[in-house]
């Protein structure tokens, strides 16, 4: 893994269909990186957030919130991760605290569960936000590039958007060839300080 040294908004906005179209401003998503810094030692995790249109054209998961698979039948935010060979991470958000993420070695091969630190997530005003953390450790080797999407729709009239529009005559969000360099913002949080006791006055 190598941590990018330059800095900048590691931001993509889902505004367009998977194959170009653009999309009116309420039904635009955002996503973001950050690396997260521990009291300014090397970045040591990473955090994904998003803010995206709820429907409710999707019923929730069966299951209990927590990690799912195949959450990318139901209504979802995705991210993918991929480095400069063949492996990278896919992250699964959705509305209802249900989340998944693998790591490939390649596309579509390799598939693995990759470690989620926390997920939260909230809905309010037709819209819903929510926060992934994962180890930094788990990034791909070398540069790195990214892509965001969202899916919703009953199974009959889904719909596929992207931040950076696909090819080809279906959407196929593992084909990595359409990403932007992932260049994230490294965010160190304050260190504590505590007040320390005032002392007394010299008598003189």
Request: aromatic residues 10%.
């Amino acid at each position: 893994m190598s941590i990018p040294e330059s800095t900048g908004c590691a931001r993509l906005v889902v505004g367009r269909s998977w194959d170009g179209a653009l999309l009116a401003a309420a039904e635009h998503a955002a996503v973001t990186c950050k690396w997260i810094a521990a009291l300014g030692v090397h970045p040591d995790r990473v955090q994904l957030t998003w803010d995206a249109p709820h429907t409710g054209r999707t019923p929730a998961p069966s299951a209990p919130p927590g990690f799912f698979d195949e959450l990318w039948r139901f209504e979802v935010v995705e991210a993918f991760i991929a480095g400069s060979g063949q492996s990278y991470l896919e992250f699964e958000m959705g509305p209802f605290g249900h989340y998944a993420a693998f790591a490939f070695d390649a596309r579509r091969t390799g598939k693995r569960p990759l470690p989620v630190r926390s997920y939260e997530c909230g809905r309010a005003n037709g819209r819903f936000q929510g926060c992934l953390e994962f180890a930094a450790s788990g990034l791909p080797q070398g540069s790195l590039r990214w892509n965001a999407h969202r899916i919703d729709g009953a199974p009959d009239t889904r719909q596929y958007f992207s931040a950076i529009p696909g090819s080809g005559t279906r959407p196929d969000f593992h084909d990595l060839q359409h990403s932007v360099a992932l260049i994230p913002e490294p965010v160190i949080p304050e260190p504590l300080i505590l007040e320390s006791a005032a002392e007394p006055e010299t008598q003189r």
